[in-house]
């Protein structure tokens, strides 16, 4: 069965400081992968997307960054963090970019 | 662009009592598919209608998906303290096929 992990759980970063979250998948090939951010009590908000290695779009200006190195592997980045970027954020898998997705169980961000 | 409208944004009811929420688009979706978010937690994919007029049922909870696939609504018959969370709905883009989803409903149950 396919199983997606998510680390570290929490986080609390200084203002100008990186970040780097990893996400992996396992028990599927050539997933499409995908980064959300969720503000405490509002919807999702796509961040970035990947249909396969090296390939990314992304849905948001801002100043984060994701890569995928590996074909299960997807990490979204910063070189430096602001206030606003506090937040969960989710990594999620589907098949196919119309199929149902899978969630991990996210990263609480906060940026102080 | 392409939205998907949820309403009502929040509801409390008793336990025992129903539940609806509401899902519109602004085009026709080739499929609508429902989440659940419990307190703290990451989005559950609960279940994906495709058909027209199609009405899936999981235990309590009935899935409907429109005649003219642009509209669903998840009815969950009397509430229990475990169906406490947000509930999205997502539909494909008609351009892109990436999920828009719903800005969600969060349902508070009291004991």
């Known amino acids: 069965s396919q199983t997606i992990h998510q680390w570290p759980a929490t986080l609390v970063q200084p203002v100008g400081s990186p970040l780097s979250l990893e996400c992996t998948v396992e028990?599927?090939?050539?997933?499409?992968l995908y980064w959300y951010r969720q503000a405490a009590g509002r919807g999702l908000q796509l961040l970035f997307y990947s249909v396969g290695i090296g390939q990314i779009s992304s849905e948001v200006p801002q100043n984060l960054s994701a890569s995928r190195p590996q074909d299960r592997q997807f990490i979204l980045s910063s070189k430096k963090l602001l206030l606003s970027d506090s937040g969960f954020y989710l990594c999620a898998w589907s098949s196919g970019p119309r199929g149902e997705q899978y969630f991990g169980p996210g990263t609480r961000l906060t940026v102080t | 662009g392409q939205q998907v409208m949820q309403i009502p944004q929040y509801q409390h009811v008793q336990e025992g009592e129903d539940f609806t929420t509401y899902c519109n688009s602004s085009t026709t979706l080739s499929n609508i598919q429902w989440y659940k978010q419990r307190p703290g937690g990451h989005p559950v994919f609960l279940i994906q209608l495709v058909k027209s007029g199609e009405v899936k049922k999981q235990k309590r909870l009935t899935f409907q998906f429109g005649e003219a696939k642009k509209n669903s609504s998840l009815h969950i018959t009397a509430t229990q303290t475990t169906d406490v969370g947000t509930y999205f709905c997502?539909?494909?883009?008609?351009?892109?096929?990436?999920?828009?989803f719903g800005q969600g409903t969060t349902l508070q149950v009291k004991p």
């Open positions: 997502a539909g494909p883009s008609s351009n892109t096929g990436k999920l828009i």
């Open positions: 028990g599927t090939s050539n997933p499409n």
